[in-house]
């Protein structure tokens, strides 16, 4: 099993700026360490379903964003320290949401949730307008 526990999340006047983290600890087998896992980003807002934020490939070299934020949120990871992040700037009332992480058992960015293994406890972001 792997534990992926975020951070970072706030409350923020708009066009203000967070940085969430997701630590990961455990292995699902001693041949799946963090970087055998693509991450990703979720959010749902308040009274809807869950979305798709961001998504890395398992070295970082390839990401994926969804239109609503791109130019403004940056996912990174760093293997060492087992974490990925979202950088969210020019932050937006329509960006409030509970962020979660997840991991995926593939090496390629997913953008649909569906095929997350493992998720996050979530994170709550505010931006006021």
């Known amino acids: 099993q792997i534990q992926l526990v975020e951070a970072g999340g706030g409350l923020v006047q708009a066009g203000g700026s967070l940085r969430l983290s997701c630590a990961a600890s455990g292995r699902a087998s001693p041949a799946h360490t963090f970087n055998t896992y693509a991450m990703g980003w979720f959010r749902q807002p308040p009274g809807k379903e869950r979305e798709f934020v961001a998504a890395v490939s398992w070295n970082g070299g390839s990401t994926r964003y969804a239109d609503s934020v791109k130019g403004r949120f940056t996912i990174s990871r760093d293997n060492d320290k087992n974490t990925v992040y979202l950088q969210m700037n020019s932050l937006k009332p329509e960006d409030t949401a509970v962020y979660y992480c997840?991991?995926?058992?593939?090496?390629?960015?997913?953008?649909?949730?569906?095929?997350?293994?493992?998720w996050g406890q979530g994170t709550q972001v505010t931006v006021s307008s």
């Open positions: 997840a991991a995926v058992k593939l090496l390629v960015p997913v953008t649909e949730d569906k095929h997350y293994d493992y």
